[in-house]
């Protein structure tokens, strides 16, 4: 039985087939669009989709949508109503898409797939908590979704077992943890649905001196992790912007613009809302498990990519394990929603050994085998020398090890915002100037941004405070204390904290010590963790710098051709693509190319 999921119409479009409850197939539209964050229907990602499956759209038994779209209609409507007349501007903005395209979808679906089959519409909530426990490795759970909004849900719990979900309760519309992050990477002068990674980042280097005033001001928090926003400070409910006059008068003055300098005041807001999100989070896990009495617990929903909340979830929380999607946001509503139709709708049953997790890694992507590569090759006229196998990994270790930065290009594309080693950037960990080197030169983009390391699973333990896998990139610990170094940096505030040299892995330890890891398994990516041993062996680190295959402003590669552009268009030193090596110098610059360093203002 095929069933196809799709998310669109939001941000992050994706589609996802299963068939007979395996996860054949998923990816981002933006990945074959090239445009990111794409939210448009994904016609590309459900090409993939079926082209993957050998099938048509006609030999589908279901197709589901992730949400409920006239429900969202409806709260878009009465909020808009609530707020008249102020707010006429967005609406008249929003209406066209909605009376053309969104509320048609049952017919976009049928004439798109030549599909005459049942059309399915979880809600938005379900499809992330289908996508969080389905997948996961345990026999029972509950379950939490955090995100900004969905019909009218903004978080939800519930318990999962066996192939089944089950809802207990939610937060609703205009009070929205997620929102409320996002009205911060606002007002930080970040890109709302794409700069909250930032925002993260810079938490670190500020301090929380306005926790207060938020919780006095902007929300009132209860004790089971459910609060109401105080919406005077807020302009998403009618507006063009998130927050209004009255929050920068509440903090000091207006927004910061996108692309100026970022101040402390920037940092200090960072942290501060970031101390309010993982509060929040504790005391909602708290609450889940208090009222489920279940040992773990999953997460999904955009809010679960805060990775430093998780770890503090899994640190201090009362839960004995817990699992994230890895496409935590609206992507991954596809995959829950194709899961949802499969266990929850069809009654399919479900064998979980609380070990393993039915994700693949999340390496569910396209994928180009040498021959594709190689007549990609010879079509452009790019010189490239092939390797063996054995070839690839020593050469490639050894690259790295003398301080190369490496195009990393091998398998199944990954599904979800993080590259976990099939289409990576590799740097050496070791060095202390390869973080501001890969930020400048490779990814274009602020130099606060920390890296991410990846390590080997049977080595975490030796250089990171964890105990147990985290093979999505979604959980920080911190560097062990026997890794750090002692670098007197009391005295130096805001970014001048970068010039410190922390531990002996500097490049992808952050300013407090943490990391946000991904370990890396022998099984599910053995040429990666190959390659890794190999580094390894070499230098005595079985940790290496693992970010993603891109640069600022645009998706991860997708297609060899996505690869190239990207390593000629930034310093990457060589590029990895199946078995062909290719060297910078050895390359033709590009006509008509792009300079990003001034696209990106860098000096």
């Not at 990516?525 to 390894?536: E, K, V, W």
């Not at 268009?569 to 199946?578: A, E, F, H, K, S």
Request: aromatic residues 12%; hydrophobic residues 40%; proline residues 5%.
């Amino acid at each position: 039985m095929n069933i196809l999921g799709i998310s669109a119409y939001y941000h992050d479009s994706a589609a996802c087939l299963v068939r007979d409850g395996d996860i054949v197939a998923a990816a981002q539209e933006e990945r074959f669009t090239r445009k990111k964050h794409d939210f448009r229907f994904p016609h590309h990602a459900i090409e993939y989709c079926l082209k993957e499956g050998g099938i048509r759209g006609t030999d589908l038994d279901y197709v589901v949508f992730y949400d409920k779209p006239f429900l969202k209609f409806e709260r878009l409507l009465l909020t808009y109503l609530a707020y008249a007349p102020r707010g006429l501007k967005s609406f008249l903005m929003a209406m066209p898409l909605w009376l053309k395209q969104k509320l048609w979808i049952k017919d976009l679906i049928a004439t798109e797939l030549d599909f005459d089959g049942k059309i399915l519409f979880p809600e938005h909530h379900e499809s992330h908590a289908a996508s969080a426990f389905f997948p996961s490795p345990f026999k029972e759970a509950a379950i939490l979704t955090v995100d900004g909004v969905g019909e009218w849900a903004t978080a939800s719990y519930g318990i999962g077992r066996d192939n089944q979900i089950e809802i207990l309760a939610e937060l609703q519309f205009p009070h929205s943890l997620g929102l409320l992050y996002s009205a911060f990477t606002y007002f930080t002068g970040f890109k709302v649905n794409s700069g909250e990674y930032k925002l993260m980042g810079l938490a670190p280097y500020g301090e929380p001196k306005y926790v207060d005033l938020i919780y006095n001001e902007l929300i009132d928090l209860k004790e089971d992790g459910s609060f109401r926003m105080n919406m005077k400070y807020f302009n998403y409910c009618a507006g063009l912007t998130m927050t209004n006059d009255r929050f920068a008068r509440l903090f000091g003055g207006p927004p910061r613009k996108p692309e100026t300098r970022i101040t402390q005041r920037e940092m200090d807001i960072a942290r501060s809302i970031q101390v309010v999100t993982e509060e929040i989070m504790l005391r909602m896990a708290r609450h889940v498990h208090k009222e489920t009495g279940m040992k773990y617990l999953v997460l999904a929903g955009g809010v679960a990519l805060n990775c430093v909340a998780n770890g503090r979830i899994l640190r201090e929380g009362p839960f004995e394990d817990i699992w994230i999607q890895p496409a935590a946001g609206d992507a991954g509503g596809a995959l829950g929603a194709a899961l949802y139709v499969w266990y929850q709708y069809l009654e399919n049953s479900r064998q979980a050994d609380n070990k393993t997790d039915f994700q693949k890694g999340s390496y569910l992507g396209p994928s180009f085998h040498n021959d594709e590569i190689e007549q990609f090759l010879k079509e452009e006229n790019i010189p490239a020398q092939k390797l063996s196998d054995a070839e690839i990994i020593s050469t490639t270790a050894d690259l790295i090890a003398s301080g190369n930065v490496i195009g990393w290009f091998q398998g199944r594309m990954e599904f979800g915002p993080r590259a976990l080693g099939s289409r990576s950037i590799l740097g050496d960990a070791r060095s202390p100037k390869m973080q501001s080197v890969m930020n400048l030169k490779i990814k274009f983009r602020e130099s606060f941004r920390p890296f991410a390391p990846s390590v080997l699973e049977e080595h975490v333990s030796d250089y990171f405070e964890i105990d147990r896998p985290s093979p999505y990139m979604l959980l920080v610990a911190s560097v062990r204390e026997d890794k750090r170094l002692d670098g007197h940096d009391g005295a130096l505030t805001g970014l001048d904290k970068l010039k410190v040299q922390r531990s002996v892995i500097p490049a992808v330890t952050h300013v407090d010590y943490s990391a946000r890891l991904q370990t890396v398994n022998r099984e599910t990516n053995p040429l990666y963790h190959a390659l890794i041993h190999a580094f390894h062996q070499k230098t005595g680190c079985p940790v290496i710098i693992n970010t993603s295959f891109n640069v600022r402003g645009e998706p991860i590669v997708c297609t060899p051709k996505d690869a190239f552009l990207c390593f000629m268009r930034t310093n990457m030193d060589y590029l990895i693509m199946g078995n062909f090596l290719l060297d910078k110098k050895q390359q033709k610059a590009l006509e008509h190319d792009i300079d990003w360093r001034k696209v990106y203002e860098l000096d």
